[in-house]
């Protein structure tokens, strides 16, 4: 498989990512150019409610809706935490790597948010879920900061290896590496593409992320309550970050800034990458050129077309999101219905897979797929959805085919839902389901020729270009025509051209050079 990112910059400083996989489009992020609370932002909040039922505490960090903090999120290390914070506020001498001597003990799993934490307390909290709808962000006290092999855990002291490396002596040397290059008292976890790496890029993404850590507490010894004290990388370097591979054939940017940035960074991180990073300088738009601008038309919508007449139904609810599966005009000739069926579902799998991941759709997610009576093609369509969503960077799990034909999903939710408007505002009515009547629209002419003539003195040649109903109207008999009737009552023959491109309520005044006049 080959991937592309296809990155889409905006005057505005907002930017535009796609995802393509074989040229077909996976995943799609807007980064705007002053986006707040991201996941992996790190704030100093302080705690304005504890609520012992919920057993969680609302931190205010300066969003409009205090943010969420539970107690399992605290982190075991927690007490260690603020102890350390305290003690970079109350003495700006204090060194930003905590003494291993000082650590304190683990809370208790099953204890209680006021055993912690206290009302008007101070506290250091990452993002790992943005404000979604009237919701504010849900935040974690455990922090964690990523780099491109490796991620690093304060207060932690444990080093773990991504379950998908699987030899078991890439595990144990790893391992070891790790335990001999990091800091005492932090923890770090090593991702998937840290296989086979050197110890020298593992030691040099680790320091990079030591360098953030004493950012974050120079940050803390001066910040204010509320105040982002450190950053998650912008979106676009983020993704780089952690999807880039061997796989990779195109990272297209239309930006020459955003394209330096890039380059440095591959350049940096993984050097045989370096020249797959094009700056677009064509006529078309960056995404049109790519064809993305298309299949976010036909990728977006209640309604989504795939396997020629076959479709998916898509609802949104406050509780849940509802996939209908509907094989449309494709029925087999050759084959019977089961089998049809079992077709159609299992490209719907593939599709289902895709949108999830694409419109980034989150939380309890219902999947109703064409009635099968087979209990090996129901279960065949449950492993292709699984496997097609292996790829899915989001946590989820997948039950079974239930009896009814559903299968049902939950699909980590971390940010709003991606939702592209792509039914477009009718121009006749502007929206509104009604057209102006046709008599008000040959008065509104009447009255504009007349401002033209009267109160602009225009000289020349003027022409109307209107719709050829309104055509029709103006010079229906000619001599008692409405268009006749100009020339007496203004002596100047007016020119009226039908142009079917033209809506029926729309209308443009030419001067004698054929430019529009504009009113």
Request: net charge positive.
């Amino acid at each position: 498989m080959n991937y592309e990112l296809v990155i889409n910059s905006h005057q505005s400083g907002g930017v535009d990512i796609a995802l393509l996989r074989d040229r077909k489009l996976i995943e799609l992020h807007h980064e705007k150019a002053d986006q707040h609370f991201a996941v992996g932002d790190v704030y100093l909040g302080t705690v304005n409610k504890l609520m012992p039922g919920l057993n969680a505490a609302f931190v205010d960090v300066g969003h409009e809706k205090d943010a969420f903090l539970h107690y399992l999120d605290l982190g075991p290390q927690v007490k260690t935490q603020l102890k350390h914070i305290k003690a970079l506020r109350s003495n700006p001498h204090t060194n930003v790597w905590p003494d291993p001597k000082q650590t304190e003990a683990d809370i208790e799993k099953t204890g209680k948010i006021n055993q912690v934490l206290q009302r008007m307390q101070q506290v250091v909290v990452q993002v790992t879920k943005e404000p979604i709808s009237n919701k504010g962000p849900r935040l974690t006290s455990q922090l964690s900061l990523a780099g491109r092999y490796v991620v690093l855990m304060p207060f932690d002291g444990v080093v773990s290896i991504s379950k998908k490396i699987i030899k078991n002596e890439e595990r144990i040397r790893l391992k070891k590496l790790v335990h001999s290059i990091k800091p005492a008292s932090f923890g770090v976890i090593v991702r998937t593409v840290a296989e086979g790496q050197s110890v020298e890029e593992l030691e040099n993404d680790l320091k990079e992320l030591m360098k953030r850590w004493e950012h974050l507490c120079t940050q803390v010894k001066t910040a204010v309550p509320g105040q982002k004290i450190l950053g998650e990388s912008e979106r676009t370097l983020t993704l780089v970050r952690d999807l880039l591979n061997e796989d990779f054939t195109g990272i297209h940017v239309n930006d020459q800034t955003l394209f330096n940035s890039l380059k440095s960074y591959i350049a940096k991180k993984s050097p045989e990458l370096e020249k797959i990073v094009k700056l677009h300088n064509g006529k078309s738009s960056i995404f049109e050129h790519f064809g993305v601008d298309k299949q976010i038309k036909t990728s977006f919508g209640k309604e989504v077309n795939f396997m020629g007449g076959s479709y998916l139904i898509i609802e949104h609810t406050e509780a849940l999101h509802v996939v209908d599966v509907n094989s449309g005009s494709i029925v087999g000739k050759d084959i019977n219905q089961d089998e049809n069926a079992l077709k159609v579902n299992l490209e719907a799998a593939g599709e289902i897979a895709r949108q999830l991941r694409l419109r980034d759709m989150g939380g309890i997610i219902v999947v109703d797929f064409i009635d099968q009576k087979s209990a090996a093609n129901k279960r065949q369509v449950y492993e292709r959805l699984k496997d097609e969503m292996q790829s899915d960077r989001a946590k989820h799990k997948i039950l079974p085919m239930s009896p009814f034909g559903l299968i049902q999903i939950t699909r980590q939710r971390v940010r709003p839902e991606m939702n592209v408007v792509t039914a477009e505002k009718c121009p006749t009515c502007d929206g509104t389901g009604e057209i102006t009547n046709s008599i008000v629209i040959v008065d509104e002419i009447e009255n504009r020729l007349k401002y033209l003539l009267h109160n602009m003195n225009m000289k020349g040649g003027i022409t109307i270009e209107v719709h050829p109903y309104i055509h029709a109207f103006f010079t229906k008999g000619f001599l008692k025509s409405v268009r006749f009737s100009w020339l007496f009552k203004y002596k100047r023959w007016i020119k009226v051209i039908p142009v079917n491109a033209l809506h029926f309520g729309q209308y443009r005044f030419l001067n004698k050079q054929g430019e529009e006049i504009q009113l």
